[in-house]
Antibody, heavy 119, light 107 residues
Framework: EVQLVESGGGLVQPGGSLKLSCAASGFTFSGSAMHWVRQASGKGLEWVGLIRSKANSYATAYAASVKGRFTISRDDSKNTAYLQMNSLKTEDTAVYYC??????????WGQGTLVTVSS | DIQMTQSPSSLSASVGDRVTITCRASQGISNYLAWFQQKPGKAPKSLIYAASSLQSGVPSKFSGSGSGTDFTLTISSLQPEDFATYYCQQYKSNPLTFGGGTKVEIK
């Protein structure tokens, strides 16, 4: 059974940093691109970024709203993807989801982890 | 960036109704289009990928169609568990973008 479990969310002050993890199981993690998507309370879905597989050189891409502040990485030996968030702003407050995109098509989502940026 | 315009933003329907939601891309995306269902307080669930392919385990009352710029999600006979918000997403090019969502409510 495919499972994606996010962790690492919490309360952080503006300007602070936080690192989210997405632990994967039930599939060949190393072969799948992984994406991060966020959702502010009562709002729609916003794509954050992606990391491709080793076969695709671990290429990354980011939304303009987070580029230069957020970094996506992965550790295939631990079946885990990460989202390092720096210089956090109040508008980054959201539930963050990781999603799987095997062969480009999206399928499974994690349950999400809440990030609150507030003083 | 490719803009995704979903309509309607909300609709009221009765159990047993046939419901159609549309999604329009600002430029051609071939069939790189997915549909998701989200219930309150829950993570989105994937329904359709590649515009018309049903995800494993998703009931056949859900169907998707379209290519290029115009797409539809149809629920053939609405059931109580289908009341939710539905989103489309294009994954033809970065940044991936979502439609604004369609909230399906009980009439």
């Amino acid at each position: 059974e495919v499972q994606l479990v996010e962790s690492g969310g919490g309360l952080v002050q503006p300007g602070g940093s936080l690192k989210l993890s997405c632990a994967a199981s039930g599939f060949t993690f190393s072969g799948s691109a992984m994406h991060w998507v966020r959702q502010a309370s009562g709002k729609g879905l916003e794509w954050v970024g992606l990391i491709r597989s080793k076969a695709n050189s671990y290429a990354t891409a980011y939304a303009a709203s987070v580029k230069g502040r957020f970094t996506i990485s992965r550790d295939d030996s631990k079946n885990t993807a990460y989202l390092q968030m720096n210089s956090l702003k109040t508008e980054d407050t959201a539930v963050y989801y990781c999603t799987r995109h095997p062969n480009e098509d999206p399928d499974y989502w994690g349950q999400g982890t809440l990030v609150t940026v507030s003083s | 960036d490719i803009q995704m315009t979903q309509s309607p933003s909300s609709l009221s329907a009765s159990v047993g109704d046939r419901v159609t939601i549309t999604c329009r891309a600002s430029q051609g995306i071939s069939n790189y289009l997915a549909w998701f269902q989200q219930k309150p307080g829950k993570a989105p669930k994937s329904l359709i990928y590649a515009a018309s392919s049903l995800q494993s385990g998703v009931p056949s009352k859900f169907s998707g169609s379209g290519s290029g710029t115009d797409f539809t999600l149809t629920i053939s006979s609405l059931q109580p568990e289908d009341f939710a918000t539905y989103y489309c997403q294009q994954y033809k090019s970065n940044p991936l973008t979502f439609g604004g969502g369609t909230k399906v409510e009980i009439k």
